[in-house]
């Protein structure tokens, strides 16, 4: 099984396993173009085809949208994201995707607001994909300008490659990690899910 791999080698197959994703591929490839600071395609798109790959489905079966974050915390300003965003439309124009573009330095503005909760300011893209529901979810990746991959998997990858799901409790609070994992679980019903630990609570996540 390739989660029982050595690392080393978990990576080579995550970018096997990634690459047989064309929308993926080429999401990442635009995105490399915005020059955006500290950004990371990452959350569903990336775990949800691992799982369409591991389960024989096609590689993006089931996928509602392709993530992309940065970290600008010069300017917190909606219309600077907006303005990264009306950027976006033109770069990922033509792709049969839905590009969601995010400026995690500014999350803590609206998340209260949205749900209910306060968000800590993050202090970087890598602590925002820190925070998603389920530890199975806390992936990144973006294309260096010598075109290698670099992928950020605090986690490791042995869950997503093995289908486990596995909760996450700094931020999100247990409906959140049971609500989307049952929705996966009716995508993908050869996933594990793990039950919530006892006695933890958090607020609400906004991975995919």
């Not at 970018?15 to 490839?29: D, G, H, P, Y």
């Not at 509602?64 to 219309?79: A, G, N, R, T």
């Not at 909760?167 to 793990?194: C, D, F, G």
Request: aromatic share 10%; with cysteine; net charge negative.
């Amino acid at each position: 099984m390739i989660g029982r791999l050595p690392l080393d080698q978990q990576l080579e197959c995550l970018r096997a396993t990634l690459s047989r994703n064309e929308v993926l591929t080429k999401v990442l490839a635009r995105a490399a173009t915005l020059n955006l600071p500290g950004w990371y395609l990452t959350a569903g798109c990336l775990f949800q085809t691992v799982w369409n790959v591991v389960t024989g489905r096609p590689p993006t079966s089931g996928i509602k949208d392709y993530d992309v974050f940065y970290f600008d915390s010069d300017d917190v300003s909606w219309e600077a994201e907006d303005a990264v965003i009306k950027a976006g439309r033109e770069v990922f124009a033509g792709l049969a995707a839905e590009v969601e573009i995010r400026n995690e330095a500014r999350v803590h503005l609206w998340y209260e607001d949205k749900f209910g909760v306060a968000c800590p300011p993050y202090e970087s893209t890598e602590a925002a994909i820190d925070s998603f529901a389920a530890t199975t979810c806390c992936l990144g990746v973006r294309t260096e300008a010598d075109g290698e991959w670099r992928v950020y998997a605090p986690h490791g990858l042995s869950d997503v490659f093995n289908l486990v799901v596995r909760p996450n409790p700094v931020l999100a609070p247990q409906s959140v990690y049971e609500a989307k994992a049952a929705r996966w679980q009716e995508q993908w019903p050869e996933l594990t899910v793990l039950d919530w630990p006892a006695m933890s609570s958090a607020a609400p996540s906004t991975d995919g």
